[in-house]
């Protein structure tokens, strides 16, 4: 069975750093394009990172220089670092599974999430 | 950036309705087109992936058409499960989702 599991949501003040971590089970975290998608709250998605199963990685405009993706294949597991933190980065953050490796995601599999807080 | 855009924003409807929502690509995404469905506090569940296939385990009343720009959500005959608020995302480039549409029971 697919599952994935987010963790590392947390309240950190503006300009600090956090990192969140996507563990999945039931497939190969390395041979799936990933993506972060966020959720500010109240607001709709908002897609945040990619990263293929070749490697390479893109952003959004809005924590392009920020944020960083990546994947530890032997934990079978995805991050999102993500510094200079502001307020404007409050969400859900979801690690989400593309099961078609197209450019902008088919996403069939979602984790339940994660809250970022950023204040003061 | 293509630029997704959804209507209407929300829409309240009896069971049994059949309900229609429409989504509008600033650009030609051809069949580039998935659709979502979020619950309240819960994650977004694939409906509907390149503009009108039935993702696997989705209620046949849930179909999609559409390609080019403009697409539409049919929901045949509304439940009251259906509550929920729904997305349309282009797959074409990097990823933009619509600002969803509310669906609420009357």
């Known amino acids: 069975e697919v599952q994935l599991v987010e963790s590392g949501g947390n309240l950190i003040q503006p300009g600090g750093s956090l990192r969140l971590s996507c563990a999945a089970s039931g497939f190969t975290v390395s041979s799936n394009y990933m993506s972060w998608v966020r959720q500010a709250p109240g607001k709709g998605l908002e897609w945040v990172s990619v990263i293929y199963s070749s490697g390479s990685t893109y952003y959004a405009d809005s924590v392009k220089g920020r944020f960083t993706i990546s994947r530890d294949n032997s934990k079978n597991t995805l991050y999102l670092q993500m510094n200079s933190l502001r307020a404007e980065d409050t969400a859900v953050y979801y690690c989400?599974?593309?099961?078609?490796?197209?450019?902008?995601?088919?996403?069939?599999?979602w984790g339940q999430g994660t809250l970022v807080t950023v204040s003061s | 950036d293509i630029q997704m855009t959804q209507s209407p924003s929300s829409l309240s409807a009896s069971v049994g309705d059949r309900v229609t929502i429409t989504c509008r690509a600033s650009q030609s995404i051809s069949s580039y087109l998935n659709w979502y469905q979020q619950k309240p506090g819960k994650a977004p569940k694939l409906l509907i992936y390149a503009a009108s296939s039935l993702q696997s385990g989705v209620p046949s009343r849930f179909s999609g058409s559409g390609s080019g720009t403009d697409f539409t959500l049919t929901i045949s005959s509304l439940q009251p499960e259906d509550l929920a608020t729904y997305y349309c995302q282009q797959s074409f480039s990097l990823g933009t989702f619509g600002q969803g549409t509310k669906v609420e029971i009357k």
């Open positions: 989400a599974r593309d099961n078609t490796s197209s450019v902008g995601g088919t996403f069939d599999y």
